[in-house]
């Protein structure tokens, strides 16, 4: 299994930047991606970016050249800068992984509430 931790998040003003963080244990090897969702209040759960093995990248339309999802294998992080933070952003992040070798399994953080005051 793979066990995710993450970190970061708060309370903002519109306009201003959060960090997050994850960080994963467990059978790391296994790692397909890793990625971040948001789930608003009476929302469904969305994508909001996701990052290969090989550092590829995609995003949300809504948040495309707001945030950046990076990661640093040597530490098992996996981040989301968001720069210029709407009300619309306003939910609770939480950190994915896909891992598995034949089959595909995935974990879930607890998540982190990012609040964007207008």
């Known amino acids: 299994q793979v066990q995710l931790v993450e970190s970061g998040g708060g309370l903002v003003q519109t306009g201003g930047s959060l960090g997050l963080s994850c960080v994963a244990s467990?059978?790391?090897?296994?790692?397909?991606?890793m990625g971040w969702y948001r789930q608003a209040p009476g929302k469904q759960r969305e994508l909001v970016a996701r990052?290969?093995?090989?550092?590829?990248?995609n995003y949300a339309d809504s948040v495309k050249g707001r945030f950046t999802i990076s990661r640093d294998n040597a530490k098992n992080t996996v981040y989301l800068q968001m720069n210029s933070l709407k009300p619309e952003d306003t939910a609770v992040y939480y950190c994915?992984?896909?891992?598995?070798?034949?089959?595909?399994?995935?974990?879930w953080g607890r998540g982190t509430q990012v609040t964007v005051s207008s």
């Open positions: 994915n992984a896909d891992y598995g070798l034949n089959a595909h399994f995935q974990s």
């Open positions: 467990g059978r790391i090897f296994s790692i397909n991606y």
């Open positions: 990052i290969t093995n090989g550092g590829s990248t």
